[in-house]
Structure formats: structure tokens, C-alpha cells
């Protein structure tokens, strides 16, 4: 449910959580995808930052220049403030990704779960558009939402986490989808692998320039289904800083 009124959760000194509801929907993200807007353009005293999820927002700020209790209240004015939310800027992003063995050693059991071979998997997978509905955890990993697929996927995570995910492992948990921009643990199932960077440290490549991340909350992602030539010819052009990122500008309406 959404909350008839936003809940302000203490979360250390200078951190506060703005929780909008309980469900991990797309009409809450797009009230969490209004709120953070309207904070950065609001100049509030003390803000410093805020990191966006699924249905709560996390602000920091300089708790020497603003009381909490100010704070909150200058942001349940900004909330009044905000009308609803039926439309979001959102840019269609397309990332090849190599489906199955080596990287992707969990799909035959993604496919068992689901009651359909592999190969229709990777169809579905591949075919169907992702909703950036939070990008964290890891840096810049974001947390993949199935917009309007034929078949919802879904299947258990790993009992025991793994100790060791490589970069670029696009995997499935429940019904979101994971994509590992760094070395680390993880306990989705993998599914395959994306050979070009979603987290670039050095800002190395073009699409980097502003932030060393380059999802954002409300982002939609494809997934272009690549082979063996094709995929090593990109993993040399990522190398060559020579790859070209697929990204359209646009808009995300609220379906009805």
C-alpha cells in the first residue's frame, strides 16, 4: 500500500529515510522518481544527497546547518507541493548480453523453475524491457523490474550466497533481475554475462563523463541477446574505448 502520509525514519545523524509505502510497485517508484526531483531543485538548507529506491528515499544532509525536525517539515511542504505522477523522463538503454555457459551456469535451473527449456529463457529475458527501480548495493548495480513480459520469470535465490560473482553477471532472483557491475558475492541465479562496463571507476569511456555510474533510477533496459564472435568483438571495442552505448532519451508513462 501507499502510505496516506510519508513516514520520516531516523537513519544515523545525518541520513534520513522518506518511506512512501510498502510495495515494491511501479506507482511507487514513480512517487519516489517525483520526490527526489523536487528535492534537488528545492535548494532545502543542509541537503547533500539522496539515493532513490524502490518505494523510500534516502536523504543526506549537514544535521550542524538544519535541526531533523526542521528538515522534515520543510520536506511534508515539498511533498503537499507535488502533484501525482503518470509520467517519468526514462531512457531506453539496449546491453548485449551472452546468455548461458560459463557465466550464465544457473539458467537450466531458471528454466526448470519456470516449466520451459532454456532457450526460452533467453526469448523472454531478452524480449522483455527492465524498469530501473533502484541502482545500489553494489556500485552502480541495479535492481531490474519485468515491464509487461508474456511469462513473469521467476525463481528462488541461492540458499548460501556465492563468494564470488565476476563483472558484467546478469542474473534472476524472485522476479528481478540483477546486474553485477563489480566483483562480489551474490545469491541470484545467473543467467548470462554483459560484456560492456555499467560501472566505470575512471570515467574512461565517453558515457561515463558526468558520474562513474551509468544506470539511473527509471531507466528501461533491453538486453540484446550476442554469441561468441560478437560478444569478444565488443569486450575489444569496451577494451579499445572505441564501444558506443545504445541509449534513447524519452518517457515512461504510467500505464492505466
Not at 518511506?19 to 520526490?35: Q, W
Not at 519485468?146 to 563468494?163: A, C, F, G, I, M
Not at 560478444?231 to 492505466?256: C, K, N, S, W
Request: proline residues 9%; glycine residues 8%.
Amino acid at each position: 500500500m501507499i502510505y496516506p502520509e510519508p513516514r520520516f525514519l531516523y537513519s544515523g545523524d545525518e541520513y534520513l529515510t522518506i518511506e512512501l509505502g510498502d510495495e515494491m510497485t511501479l506507482r511507487a517508484n514513480f512517487m519516489v522518481v517525483a520526490l527526489n526531483e523536487a528535492i534537488r531543485q528545492a535548494r532545502i538548507t543542509g541537503f547533500r544527497e539522496t539515493f532513490p529506491g524502490w518505494r523510500s528515499l534516502l536523504l543526506s544532509y549537514d544535521s550542524l546547518a538544519v535541526k531533523t525536525a526542521d528538515l522534515i517539515a520543510e520536506l511534508k511542504g515539498l511533498l503537499r507541493q507535488i502533484p501525482p505522477v503518470k509520467e517519468v523522463p526514462s531512457r531506453l538503454i539496449e546491453l548485449p548480453c551472452k546468455y548461458g555457459s560459463p557465466w550464465g551456469k544457473d539458467l537450466d535451473f531458471v528454466a526448470r523453475q519456470n516449466n520451459m527449456p532454456p532457450a526460452e529463457v533467453v526469448r523472454i529475458h531478452s524480449e522483455t524491457i527492465h524498469w530501473t527501480g533502484m541502482v545500489g548495493f553494489t556500485p552502480g548495480s541495479p535492481q531490474l523490474m519485468q515491464l509487461n513480459p508474456e511469462v513473469l520469470l521467476s525463481t528462488p535465490k541461492y540458499v548460501s550466497p556465492r563468494l564470488y560473482t565476476p563483472t558484467g553477471a546478469v542474473a534472476l532472483g524472485g522476479s528481478i533481475t540483477a546486474h553485477y557491475p563489480v566483483v562480489s558475492p551474490g545469491g541470484y541465479q545467473l543467467i548470462g554475462l554483459c560484456p560492456v562496463p555499467i560501472y566505470d571507476r575512471f570515467q574512461t569511456l565517453a558515457q561515463f563523463e558526468e558520474s562513474p555510474v551509468l544506470l539511473r533510477i527509471g531507466d528501461r533496459i533491453k538486453y540484446q541477446r550476442v554469441e561468441g564472435e560478437e560478444f569478444d568483438h565488443i569486450r575489444q571495442l569496451v577494451i579499445e574505448y572505441r564501444y558506443q552505448y545504445r541509449i534513447t532519451q524519452g518517457a515512461y508513462r504510467l500505464p492505466d
